[in-house]
Structure formats: C-alpha cells, structure tokens
C-alpha cells in the first residue's frame, strides 16, 4: 500500500550532516588556533593590524553563517519529521507540526517543549512501536537526544562566559558534543521513519521529496 504523505527525510538528512560536519571542522579549527593565540577569540579587543584577530573575525562569521544555516535546515528536517509521525502514531500527537515547530521559537518554553517535541519525533519514528504506542518487545531506549538537549544547553550557558578562555573552551567541547549527537539523531530517526513505512505500507517506489 502506497502512501504519498510520507516525506522522505534522507536528501534534507545528507545536507543537514553536511552542514554539521562542516561546522565541527570549523569549531576545531576556532579551538586549536585560539589556545595557542587568545587575540583570535577575543579579536573585538585586539589591534586591526593583528593577522590573527583578523582571521578570528573571518572565522566568527563563517561559523555564525553555518551556524544559522544548520538550525534553518533542522527546523525544515523537524517539520517533515513530526509530520510524518501522524503516519505512525494512532493517538493524537502533542501538537501539530507547525505549533511543534514555533515553540522553538518561544522562549522559556522551548527550553523543556522542543526537547520534548525531538524526543516524541525519536520515539514514535521507532519501527519497534506500534501505532498505538505500546512496544512490540522491550528494549533499552538510547539516551542520546538528552544528551544532545542538555549538551546545548550548558554550551549555551558556557558560550555567555566568552571572556573566559576556559569557559569558551569548554563551551566548544560540549558544542561538539551537541553536534555528534545531533548527526546520531538525524541519521537514526531518517532510518527509522523508512523503516517504520516500509513495514506498515509497504516499500512505495517513489516518496515525496
């Protein structure tokens, strides 16, 4: 049985991990020169003619403009996720896709709602729960979209502290930490989703993109 609402995740998934990968090489990269010269991390205080302040300025911008990029990316990759939920799930979800997705956006409730809303998308995208949200067989659950919410969350924290070459530092490991954990997700709930609509649908030759 055919059905045309799924959306395919795996196209937006390879450029979402693209972006990621991309961003771990430049975090890196920030994180080896800046302990060696601290000018490149706070080049806002440092002389216009330091070589090294100056490439942490190109830097910071290039990193900001993946940075945004990535989230764009995510929030479309949430959508369709969510969306297709309804797909596999019998029950009535927590919201619909679109209030799932502004609530990103609304602060102090995104700090608990979002997390929540990934961790609904992690769950019902398991081919091992049925439609009615009772596990075929048990099994341990991962922990890895906690792990990635709170990693986010205390680099956010860190990240305040920026004129603090070790909190900076270590703002930047967890940040490597979210972005590891963030690929783990993408990657496991796109094959979980097929996976799940192959065995209730079938295997449709086409998917909407």
């Known amino acids: 049985m055919k059905d045309s609402s799924f959306f395919s995740l795996n196209k937006t998934s390879r450029r979402l991990t693209i972006l990621i990968v991309l ?3 430049i975090t890196v990269i920030m994180m080896v020169v800046y302990s060696h010269s601290p000018s490149f991390l706070f080049w806002e ?18 990193s900001t403009a993946v940075g945004v990029t990535i989230w764009v990316v995510f929030y479309y990759w949430f959508y369709e996720a969510y969306k297709n939920l309804k797909l596999f799930y019998a029950r009535p979800l927590r919201h619909s896709p679109r209030a799932a997705l502004v609530y990103f956006f609304v602060p102090m409730l995104n700090i608990w709602e979002s997390y929540f ?14 439609p009615s949200g009772e596990p075929i067989k048990y099994k341990r659950e991962k922990n ?4 990635w919410w709170i990693s986010l969350l205390l680099s956010l924290s860190f990240l305040i502290l ?15 930490v979210v972005l590891v954990m963030w690929i783990l997700i993408i990657k496991e709930v796109t094959l979980r989703q097929a996976e799940k609509n192959k065995i209730l649908y079938g295997n449709p030759p086409e998917f909407k993109q």
């Open 144 to 147: 890895i979209v906690i792990v």
């Open 117 to 130: 809303n990934v961790r609904e998308i992690w769950k019902y995208s398991d081919p091992n729960i049925l």
């Open 45 to 62: 205080n440092a002389p216009r003619d330091d070589d090294i302040a100056n490439l942490g300025v190109l830097f910071f911008y290039v």
């Open 162 to 176: 920026t004129d603090n070459l070790i909190a900076s530092f270590i703002s930047d490991c967890l940040y490597l």
């Open 23 to 25: 961003q771990m090489v």
